[in-house]
């Protein structure tokens, strides 16, 4: 004779039922959760289409900076201030050209892009302006004479401007690298801002870019107090 | 038993494919960055030596391997004889040795410099050969100009459009910044040209490794570490001026120019980069210099240089090796995207099979062995022959007008000058590597080929094994391209010197138009 076991409520069944289920539920998303935060912590770095394209791009350009300050500080009669301000300049650009052409051979990239400056976006309907809202910038155009020839980048010296420096000595080649190297730059910080507020660059670019600015902005300040010392101007921009 | 061997035999074979696409696929990309074109692959790891033509009268042919100087030759002064097989010697200028690469204009040669020449104050400088009678040439000058002075490595170049010779100074394996150019219409008298940028000043670039655009207006220096590649301006050879410089893989080393300007093929040392130089060619304001695509291969490193030739109008490649027995390849370019290797070029010494014997009889040598290292070809369009300095196997010489039945019709493997004092030749780089007894530069194909079991390394041991430095001498290099002249050859090899040959009429005939091309310079 068995005692007669009281009756459960239906709903008490229910109940705990229902809250079972949902502690599987919770422990099942938990799980899931964590293998998918641990999926993304695991997930290898990639570049975006906009670092890459900054790293080939910003590599090139620095190569010609490092050209035009490699050929003031071989000309006769070109001072210590601006010897001294080349060798910084290729040593920065060296290092920072080691970097950026250092993640593109780790990510597999080619180091020149198939289309230069196409991550900056163009803005026709804001030509000349430089930069554009939210990042972007204009590309700079070149002389219709080479209008076939594929835009230039920005602040680029041309064949002829890098041949006038290499003939030139003394205070008339310090001038004329000051003014090129003085636009160089500017051009090279429009590059920076442009990749710095883009949305899709990772940190480690944004932070180079703007270490960029700010290095390339002193620089522009000091060169352009080193051109008004010696009674000469920016070329205009 | 069989099925084990031949299983084992597969595991091998597989092992084999699978380290030489890795070994590609890390110099490739350690070295040469992948292009927009994409990189290509090449694993065929040729196995075939090239078919000899039989020795005629007067020849003193090589008795094993074709390319082999084996260790019983080099221990019995056998190879100070030399071996020849349808060419002979009709005169030469030793001088204190013969550089790395020389240049050839006229009647003339000029003589690479080593920098240990401007140590010892023999023979300083570039020597100026006058070989108007190549069984009597003559050392009759010395270019001393900064950029000639310390070493020229492998810049030294002719344009003989314009008659222009130039070089950089290269001391050891890098160098840069001092640049001479001369004119060289009167042969036997070259004139200094820039006598300021470049010789009072440094310019702006480094090189291992130089040569002329096919018109002549543009110098290209390259190489070695980091891959910098800089074009100088020599339109006003007065004034030659950087242009343009940049960067294209980690280590670049020689390369060869198409006959419009347009293309380069720069060694990236596991194979070649395609660059369009067009814009610099072409003097564009703003010039970019897009990388178009790369050609890699397992067998052979430290590609050395390109010569681009047409057939039938269509582009092909010839591409040579300086390491790692990879001899040389000749690739169908008509499409840079959808490269094709036509052809290989190997000795039997450079044979997987061979590599065994290739360290038995090169120990005790030096740091280089039988390897091509620079090939000149007789003219561009539809070239009948090829001739390299093929390292340790002297000057070698190929039928090239059939792709497909590409044969040796000759070589000339200079006597060794085992017995004279190395402080006698220090324009030598073969008495000054002669330091090291490794032949080092073959150790990657080697590795790759002994895991593929083709080398059994018993038989790499032999009496010269221990010799693992003051190599003896036994053998020269041959490292300067040779140029045809009619049926003469003129080559330069390192303790020998100027080498004015003759091949035999039997052989070979000089083609209607023959021009010799290396890809950057024009002699």
């Given at each position: 004779?068995?005692?007669?076991?009281?009756?459960?409520p239906?709903?008490?069944?229910?109940?705990?039922?229902?809250?079972?289920?949902?502690?599987?539920?919770?422990?099942?998303g938990?799980?899931?959760?964590?293998a998918w935060?641990?999926?993304?912590?695991?997930?290898?770095?990639?570049?975006?289409?906009?670092?890459v394209g900054?790293?080939?791009?910003?590599?090139?350009?620095?190569?010609?900076?490092?050209?035009?300050a490699?050929?003031?500080?071989?000309?006769?009669?070109?001072?210590?201030e601006?010897?001294?301000l080349?060798?910084?300049?290729?040593?920065?650009?060296?290092?920072?050209?080691?970097?950026?052409?250092?993640?593109?051979?780790?990510?597999?990239?080619?180091?020149?892009?198939?289309?230069?400056?196409?991550?900056?976006?163009?803005?026709?309907?804001?030509p000349g302006?430089?930069?554009?809202?939210?990042?972007?910038?204009?590309?700079?155009?070149?002389?219709?004479?080479?209008?076939?020839?594929g835009?230039?980048?920005?602040?680029?010296?041309s064949?002829?401007?890098?041949?006038?420096?290499?003939?030139?000595?003394?205070?008339?080649?310090e001038?004329?690298?000051?003014?090129?190297?003085?636009?160089h730059?500017?051009?090279?910080?429009?590059?920076?801002?442009?990749?710095?507020?883009?949305?899709?660059?990772?940190?480690t670019?944004k932070r180079?870019?703007?270490?960029m600015?700010t290095?390339?902005?002193?620089?522009?300040?000091?060169?352009?107090?080193?051109?008004?010392?010696?009674?000469?101007?920016p070329l205009?921009? | 038993?069989n099925?084990?061997?031949s299983?084992?035999h597969?595991?091998?074979?597989?092992?084999?494919v699978?380290?030489?696409?890795?070994?590609t696929?890390?110099?490739?990309t350690a070295?040469?960055?992948p292009?927009?074109?994409?990189n290509?692959?090449?694993?065929?790891?040729?196995?075939?030596?090239?078919k000899?033509?039989?020795?005629g009268?007067?020849?003193?042919?090589?008795?094993?391997?074709?390319?082999?100087?084996?260790?019983?030759?080099r221990?019995?002064?056998?190879?100070?004889?030399?071996?020849?097989c349808?060419?002979?010697l009709l005169?030469?200028a030793?001088?204190?040795?013969?550089?790395?690469?020389s240049?050839?204009?006229?009647?003339?040669?000029?003589?690479?410099?080593?920098?240990s020449?401007?140590?010892t104050?023999?023979n300083?400088?570039?020597?100026?050969i006058?070989?108007?009678?190549?069984?009597?040439?003559?050392?009759?000058?010395?270019l001393?100009?900064?950029?000639?002075?310390?070493?020229?490595?492998?810049?030294?170049?002719?344009?003989?459009?314009?008659?222009l010779?130039a070089?950089?100074?290269?001391p050891?394996?890098?160098?840069?910044?001092?640049f001479?150019?001369y004119d060289?219409?009167?042969?036997?008298?070259?004139?200094?040209?820039?006598t300021?940028p470049?010789?009072?000043?440094?310019?702006p670039?480094?090189?291992?490794?130089?040569?002329?655009?096919p018109?002549g207006?543009?110098?290209?220096?390259?190489?070695?570490?980091?891959?910098?590649?800089?074009?100088?301006?020599?339109?006003?050879?007065?004034?030659?001026?950087?242009?343009w410089?940049?960067?294209?893989?980690f280590?670049?080393?020689?390369?060869?120019?198409?006959?419009?300007?347009?293309?380069?093929?720069?060694?990236?040392?596991?194979?070649?980069?395609?660059?369009?130089?067009s814009?610099?060619?072409r003097r564009?304001?703003?010039?970019?210099?897009p990388?178009?695509?790369?050609y890699?291969?397992?067998d052979?490193?430290?590609?050395?240089h390109?010569?681009?030739?047409?057939?039938?109008?269509?582009?092909?490649?010839?591409?040579?090796d300086?390491a790692?027995?990879?001899?040389?390849?000749?690739?169908?370019?008509?499409?840079?995207?959808?490269?094709?290797?036509a052809?290989?070029?190997?000795?039997?010494?450079?044979?997987?099979?061979?590599?065994?014997?290739?360290l038995?009889?090169?120990?005790g040598?030096?740091?280089f062995?039988?390897?091509?290292?620079?090939?000149?070809?007789d003219?561009?369009?539809?070239?009948?022959a090829?001739?390299?300095?093929?390292?340790?196997?002297g000057?070698?010489?190929?039928?090239?007008t059939?792709?497909?039945?590409?044969?040796?019709?000759?070589y000339?493997n200079?006597?060794?000058?085992r017995?004279t004092?190395?402080?006698?030749?220090?324009?030598?780089?073969?008495?000054?590597?002669?330091i090291?007894?490794?032949?080092?530069?073959?150790?990657?194909?080697l590795?790759m080929?002994?895991?593929?079991?083709k080398?059994?390394?018993?038989?790499?041991?032999?009496?010269?094994?221990?010799?693992?430095?003051?190599?003896?001498?036994?053998?020269d290099?041959?490292?300067?391209p040779?140029?045809?002249?009619?049926?003469?050859?003129?080559?330069?090899?390192?303790d020998?010197?100027?080498?004015?040959?003759?091949?035999s009429?039997r052989?070979?005939?000089?083609?209607?138009?023959?021009?010799?091309?290396?890809?950057?310079?024009?002699?």
């Amino acid at each position: 004779m068995g005692r007669e076991r009281p009756a459960v409520p239906r709903t008490a069944v229910l109940a705990v039922g229902a809250s079972a289920i949902a502690v599987l539920l919770l422990a099942v998303g938990a799980v899931v959760g964590a293998a998918w935060q641990s999926r993304d912590n695991d997930r290898a770095p990639t570049m975006s289409a906009v670092d890459v394209g900054f790293a080939q791009d910003m590599s090139v350009h620095h190569d010609q900076a490092i050209l035009l300050a490699g050929t003031v500080a071989g000309l006769p009669g070109v001072g210590p201030e601006i010897t001294g301000l080349a060798t910084r300049i290729i040593t920065a650009q060296t290092a920072e050209n080691a970097t950026l052409r250092g993640w593109l051979t780790w990510f597999g990239k080619p180091l020149t892009a198939t289309d230069p400056m196409s991550w900056m976006s163009v803005t026709d309907d804001d030509p000349g302006s430089g930069h554009g809202h939210h990042g972007t910038v204009t590309r700079t155009t070149v002389p219709s004479a080479a209008a076939d020839q594929g835009p230039a980048m920005t602040g680029m010296a041309s064949t002829a401007d890098i041949s006038r420096l290499a003939d030139l000595t003394g205070r008339a080649a310090e001038v004329w690298f000051l003014q090129l190297m003085i636009r160089h730059h500017q051009g090279g910080l429009q590059m920076a801002k442009a990749a710095h507020n883009n949305d899709e660059v990772s940190p480690t670019v944004k932070r180079t870019a703007y270490e960029m600015m700010t290095d390339q902005g002193q620089e522009i300040s000091q060169m352009t107090m080193l051109l008004e010392a010696r009674g000469a101007r920016p070329l205009p921009g | 038993m069989n099925n084990k061997l031949s299983l084992s035999h597969r595991v091998r074979q597989r092992a084999g494919v699978v380290i030489a696409l890795a070994a590609t696929a890390v110099l490739g990309t350690a070295l040469a960055a992948p292009a927009s074109a994409g990189n290509h692959y090449f694993m065929d790891v040729g196995d075939t030596a090239v078919k000899q033509l039989d020795c005629g009268p007067g020849s003193s042919p090589e008795a094993g391997l074709s390319g082999d100087v084996p260790s019983a030759d080099r221990e019995s002064g056998r190879s100070e004889r030399g071996y020849t097989c349808n060419m002979k010697l009709l005169g030469k200028a030793q001088g204190a040795g013969g550089g790395i690469v020389s240049a050839n204009y006229d009647h003339c040669s000029y003589t690479g410099s080593v920098f240990s020449t401007a140590i010892t104050k023999k023979n300083t400088g570039v020597q100026v050969i006058d070989a108007k009678d190549p069984r009597n040439p003559k050392i009759v000058g010395a270019l001393t100009a900064p950029g000639m002075l310390a070493g020229t490595w492998e810049t030294l170049k002719v344009n003989k459009e314009r008659k222009l010779l130039a070089g950089t100074a290269v001391p050891l394996l890098w160098g840069g910044g001092f640049f001479a150019v001369y004119d060289i219409s009167d042969c036997a008298h070259p004139k200094l040209l820039n006598t300021g940028p470049g010789t009072k000043t440094p310019l702006p670039f480094t090189s291992h490794e130089g040569g002329f655009s096919p018109d002549g207006k543009t110098y290209w220096a390259s190489g070695l570490s980091p891959g910098h590649l800089s074009a100088i301006d020599v339109s006003d050879p007065r004034r030659p001026k950087v242009i343009w410089q940049g960067l294209y893989a980690f280590v670049g080393h020689g390369f060869g120019i198409s006959p419009d300007g347009n293309r380069m093929y720069l060694s990236n040392m596991a194979g070649v980069t395609v660059l369009d130089i067009s814009a610099v060619q072409r003097r564009d304001p703003n010039p970019q210099v897009p990388h178009i695509a790369a050609y890699h291969w397992p067998d052979g490193q430290l590609n050395q240089h390109t010569i681009p030739v047409f057939y039938d109008g269509h582009p092909y490649i010839i591409t040579i090796d300086e390491a790692g027995s990879g001899g040389v390849k000749i690739f169908d370019v008509q499409r840079v995207d959808k490269p094709a290797l036509a052809a290989q070029i190997k000795l039997e010494i450079n044979l997987p099979r061979n590599l065994d014997a290739n360290l038995r009889s090169s120990m005790g040598g030096s740091i280089f062995s039988y390897n091509a290292h620079y090939c000149s070809a007789d003219r561009v369009e539809n070239p009948t022959a090829l001739a390299c300095g093929w390292e340790s196997s002297g000057i070698r010489v190929f039928d090239i007008t059939n792709l497909k039945k590409i044969t040796q019709i000759g070589y000339y493997n200079p006597p060794t000058k085992r017995s004279t004092n190395p402080f006698d030749l220090p324009n030598s780089p073969h008495a000054i590597g002669s330091i090291i007894g490794l032949p080092a530069v073959e150790f990657i194909s080697l590795g790759m080929q002994t895991i593929n079991g083709k080398v059994r390394l018993h038989e790499a041991i032999g009496p010269r094994t221990g010799k693992i430095a003051f190599g003896d001498r036994s053998t020269d290099w041959c490292m300067s391209p040779p140029e045809f002249r009619g049926n003469q050859i003129w080559a330069t090899c390192s303790d020998n010197g100027f080498l004015a040959l003759e091949l035999s009429a039997r052989v070979y005939t000089p083609p209607a138009g023959q021009n010799t091309t290396l890809g950057n310079s024009t002699s």
